[in-house]
């Protein structure tokens, strides 16, 4: 079969309205040009120099074809005006309960940031069937981005925001580009959307942005020396960490006094807190109460830094803990171990 688009595939809810306004102002093209040839054939032909001595007449005036030839592009123009004002309308306006992310142009990258903090390059995630708005900005020179299958296009301004928005209708993979000249590799500007059904799209927001914040919670890990203890080795001075989220772990100690043999605990978030914050109030079968560990409080770990402790501990597989460094030394606020 003869294959031959004109248009990209529809994949968003404005792409038809765009497509109709554009094919509308495309055909009456094709007709007024394919009427201006036609005439004029016809008359190069049918008012030709027959006779050698043939002298042209000269007619004045034409009322009908004067009026016609101002009154129908008038109403032509009207008309695709009402109607671009409309598809216009319907592309600038973003629904209330549109879902915000914000895209970052730069030679030659585009940066994509989602409401949990999670970020990427050249890569946008969408649910299905649900309105997002782009937040569009350059942190170099003009950019335009672009989503050819969805029918959305807008510049990425340095110092302004721009916006636009858009509810994917068709799951999968679609492209973007960069669509302004911006440098050397304004070609290479490119990436993809990626649209995944509702339930999908919660799982790869849960799961990115847990991986996001474990990332940054590693590097806490490091940071506020709890290395030093729950190091991946045996002999390491503090329980290891491993693979111990939602395990149920014995409990040697509870709030200072000794537990019956058997006793468990689960470890979910909260026991994960608690124990970073209140080392010694569960202790772990096997250690010494109180905790030689310090407690991290308020002042050590904020709240936000402790999702993100939290976040990796959860995300540690076996064999995972980095490495200790030996010349690493206590940060000096914590002082000495509690309970001492
Ligand atoms: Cu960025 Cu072209």
């Known amino acids: 079969m003869w294959d031959f688009p004109i248009f990209p595939k529809q994949a968003s809810t404005v792409a038809s309205s765009v497509d109709n306004l554009t ?19 016809f008359c190069a032909v049918y008012f030709r120099q027959r006779h050698k001595d043939e ?18 592009p008038t109403i032509i123009c009207l008309v695709t005006f009402w109607w671009g004002v409309k598809v216009y309308a319907e592309l ?5 309960d549109a879902t915000d992310v914000y895209v970052v142009g730069r030679q030659w990258m585009w940066k994509t940031q989602y409401p949990t903090g999670h970020k990427e390059i050249n890569t946008l995630h969408v649910p299905l069937g649900k309105p997002v708005k782009l937040t569009i900005t350059s942190e170099d020179v003009l950019h335009s981005f672009w ?14 925001y721009t916006t636009l928005w858009f509810e994917a209708t068709v799951p999968g ?35 990115e942005a847990e991986f996001g914040d474990a990332l940054q919670g ?11 203890c729950h190091a991946g080795e045996s002999q ?8 111990l989220y939602m395990k149920r772990v014995p409990i040697g100690f509870d709030k200072g006094s000794p537990t019956a043999p058997g006793t468990s605990v689960l470890v979910d978030e909260n026991y994960l807190r608690e124990s970073i914050r209140y080392p010694s109030a569960k202790i772990v079968a096997g250690w010494q109460h109180p905790s030689i560990m310090p407690a991290y409080d308020e002042s050590l770990v904020s709240e936000d830094d ?31 171990p509690q309970g001492k």
């Open 236 to 243: 390491a001075k503090a329980p290891i960490l491993e693979e």
């Open 147 to 160: 989503i050819p299958a969805f029918r959305v296009k807008a510049d990425a301004v340095p110092g302004r």
């Open 23 to 41: 094919l509308f102002i495309l055909s009456y093209n094709v007709l007024i040009t394919a009427g201006v040839f036609v005439c004029l054939i």
């Open 306 to 336: 402790l999702f993100q402790v939290i976040a990796y501990i959860k995300s540690l597989r076996r064999g995972q803990t980095p490495p200790r460094i030996e010349a690493t030394t206590q940060p000096r606020a914590l002082g000495a």
């Open 173 to 207: 993979e679609h492209r973007l580009f960069c669509t302004e000249y911006c440098g050397t590799e304004h070609s290479r500007m490119i990436g993809k959307v990626v649209v995944h059904d509702e339930a999908d799209y919660q799982k790869w927001l849960t799961e």
């Open 55 to 72: 002298v042209g007449e000269q007619t004045h005036g034409g009322l009908l074809l004067e009026i016609s030839w101002a009154v129908i």
């Open 218 to 228: 590693r590097k806490l890990f490091t940071k506020l020396q709890c290395v030093t």
């Open 92 to 96: 600038v306006v973003p629904p209330a």
